[in-house]
């Protein structure tokens, strides 16, 4: 092989090697800081979130309940998980949730980034949206890759725990 060859093969596997070192800092990054992927229409709609009070559940929200249809979600209760039976109001126009201590819904769990998943109303939906999270987030059970609608009683999982909005 020609020296000029060697030289080139030796080139392109130093490149090779920093775009992966580069490919692994974005991703702690990302997974350490979090990162804002809502686009400018989402941000003009929705204003600053103020946190609200966490109550536990009464036991009767631990049943499956039916709603009337077209109910609008006012409150996330969290059925499984650490926090099971937890309720929190749905005041704001967005939740964030993960492990950070900024986050208005705290999820303490291995299996969550610190700012994994963010549900944001938008006409009276509420979309979830995961913000590139290492374990994803399920929609009744189906990764979410773009922001979906969440419907009234139905599963989204955030590492174990396990949440839904009701009426």
Not at 38 to 66: I, N
Not at 140 to 146: D, E, L, S
Request: net charge positive; charged share 15%; hydrophobic share 50%.
């Amino acid at each position: 092989m020609s020296e000029l060859a060697l030289l080139i093969v030796r080139i392109g596997f130093v490149a090779v090697l920093w775009i992966f070192v580069f490919s692994i800092i974005s991703v702690i990054r990302a997974d350490l800081f979090g990162q804002k992927v809502v686009g400018r229409a989402a941000k003009a709609a929705a204003p600053t979130v103020v946190s609200a009070p966490v109550v536990p559940a009464p036991p009767s929200a631990r049943v499956q309940q039916t709603e009337p249809v077209g109910a609008i979600p006012s409150r996330l209760v969290i059925t499984q998980g650490d926090r099971a039976g937890v309720e929190l109001a749905l005041t704001g126009k967005e939740i964030l949730i993960g492990r950070a201590a900024s986050c208005d819904l705290l999820v303490d769990d291995e299996y969550a980034s610190s700012q994994h998943a963010k549900l944001i109303q938008m006409n009276n939906d509420w979309l979830i949206q995961d913000l590139n999270s290492t374990n994803g987030t399920f929609l009744a059970g189906n990764r979410v890759g773009t922001p979906a609608v969440v419907k009234l009683n139905t599963p989204v999982r955030v590492g174990k725990t396990v949440f839904e909005l009701r009426a």
